[in-house]
């Protein structure tokens, strides 16, 4: 079991997924808590946006080194709460975190800066306009379980470095990481009413989405990006959801085949398989279908399942008994429709309750849950196609659209089929390590959410674009202030035609027929 609501809801407890002992319990935040956090995080909002981008960068620098400091500690704090092995707490968690604070410090002056607007149109020449980006207010962030620290990290830091205040809720089995999070925020100067964290199930994170914040940013499961967006809309709430994704991997004949099994099995089974980018289809080319099938076989079965504190562990537990469930369901479905399981495919109870064996299966369908629902599990479904052409449609057959990948020598045919997936983001070659590419945006289409986080794109979700225009003329009354009539609608079809003329004559034609506008009287 990994949390608990006791005492009538007004606690809930978390537990190490790996070994079932109890690692923290914590007070439900009310309702009411949560409206006062995002009150005190609007009233702080001003003076934390007016210190200045220079001195919020150099919060930003103080807490990657703080980070930095505490990493070995941090990262066996995460593992005992997620489970996840050590290495990968290290790598996924906290380098990512580190990242991101080292692309947010370095580019938030880029995100702020004011853009000249030039005017085309010969009417507006007088004009000069800018675009000012401004910080939205408070913006709420509702993060998941599978990367506690890195998901967070990255869409705080954003939201702060450009001016705005954050108040976080994080998933109820992971609170440890977001809160050790908050404590090396506020450690490296940033005020506590401008970073809270609310603790607590669905209904706090509900609360925080009816309190009144400015923007939500949400990471989780599809069905739950649905309620949000729902009540979101009820207020015109402005949003962004990651919602996960069915991550399309394709190997075509050329590829190098020791290096993409490597990769399949990696991309499949890091985290638990539990990753939006994981790989949970992966297509390969009639040709070198059976020997990609016996590579990622063998690897598989050479994988280290465990206690992800055990420095030898390559894969961990999953993180509840729900998640198991979703799998084993999944995998069980597949089986009976036909599937072959040609490595895992079942629990091991001998290593703790939320264990799943790392598992690759053949003879998959399009019909099965398998193949059109997220598995977040160590899966690896591996399907042969004929040709690019039937690759491509088989990547793109699913409503999900985060991620994919292509391994191929052909780097040109690569980049061809790249362009032709329906995915937010194709890795040619690689797989999942565009999430820690702070200077890309990482975001979906279709089921997998709206919007994106990371890169410059990410920090600019986190700002209010206003345009500002001056005139040099003001002492000047407007030719199209009243009065109308109809000799000015003449001259306006006349100055349309001196503006956008086909041929020279027409423009000569149309200048001559509206110069009186510029002397007409106007109120």
């Avoid at 990371?454 to 009243?482: C, F, N, T």
């Amino acid at each position: 079991m990994s949390t608990n609501a006791v005492e009538l809801g007004q606690r809930f407890t978390n537990r190490n997924p790996a070994t079932g002992e109890l690692v923290s319990e914590h007070r439900i935040a009310s309702p009411e808590h949560v409206k006062a956090a995002v009150n005190r995080a609007r009233a702080a909002q001003a003076s934390w946006n007016a210190l200045g981008v220079a001195r919020r960068i150099a919060i930003l620098r103080k807490f990657q080194q703080l980070l930095l400091r505490d990493r070995e500690a941090l990262a066996a704090k995460i593992t005992a709460e997620s489970g996840k092995p050590l290495v990968e707490s290290m790598l996924s968690e906290i380098l990512v975190a580190l990242d991101a604070a080292r692309f947010c410090a370095e580019n938030a002056n880029r995100a702020l800066a004011v853009e000249d607007v030039p005017h085309g149109n010969l009417i507006m020449k007088a004009k000069r306009g800018r675009l000012v980006y401004e910080p939205l207010g408070v913006v709420g962030i509702i993060s998941p379980w599978n990367y506690p620290f890195s998901i967070p990290a990255t869409e705080t830091l954003a939201a702060l470095v450009t001016g705005n205040t954050v108040v976080l809720k994080p998933s109820e089995l992971t609170p440890i990481s977001t809160l050790e999070l908050q404590r090396l925020l506020h450690e490296a100067g940033v005020p506590s009413d401008v970073f809270a964290v609310v603790l607590g199930e669905g209904p706090t994170g509900a609360a925080l989405i009816d309190s009144p914040i400015d923007k939500l940013i949400f990471t989780g499961s599809v069905a739950t990006g649905k309620r949000v967006a729902e009540a979101a809309a009820r207020r015109l709430l402005p949003v962004v959801l990651e919602l996960g994704g069915k991550d399309a991997m394709i190997v075509l004949e050329d590829a190098d085949v020791e290096v993409a099994s490597s990769a399949a099995v990696w991309g499949a089974m890091m985290n638990a398989g539990q990753t939006c980018l994981s790989v949970e289809r992966c297509y390969v080319h009639r040709g070198i279908y059976s020997q990609f099938v016996a590579a990622c076989v063998e690897k598989i079965l050479r994988l280290n399942v465990g206690n992800g504190a055990a420095p030898n562990t390559d894969v961990g537990p999953l993180i509840s008994e729900r998640q198991l469930q979703i799998v084993e369901d999944q995998v069980e479905d597949a089986r009976a429709i036909g599937a072959r399981i040609l490595a895992g495919g079942k629990r091991l109870p001998e290593l703790g309750s939320q264990f799943y064996a790392p598992t690759l299966i053949t003879d998959v369908t399009t019909e099965m849950k398998l193949m059109q629902q997220e598995t977040f599990g160590p899966v690896l479904p591996v399907i042969p196609f004929k040709n690019d052409d039937e690759a491509v449609a088989f990547a793109n057959s699913t409503e999900f659209g985060l991620a994919a990948s292509v391994f191929t020598r052909d780097s040109r045919r690569g980049e061809s089929i790249a362009n032709r997936l329906r995915a937010g983001t194709v890795m040619i070659n690689d797989l999942l390590s565009c999430f820690a590419v702070p200077e890309a945006p990482h975001g979906g289409t279709g089921l997998s959410g709206i919007g994106s986080t990371h890169g410059l794109i990410g920090m600019r979700e986190m700002v209010r674009p206003k345009y500002i225009d001056s005139d040099a003329l003001g002492g000047m009354k407007k030719v199209w202030w009243y009065p109308y009539g109809q000799a000015f609608t003449r001259q306006m079809s006349a100055f349309t035609e001196m503006l956008f003329g086909g041929s020279a004559a027409s423009r000569i034609r149309g200048t001559l027929k509206s110069a009186n506008s510029l002397w007409r009287k106007r109120l």
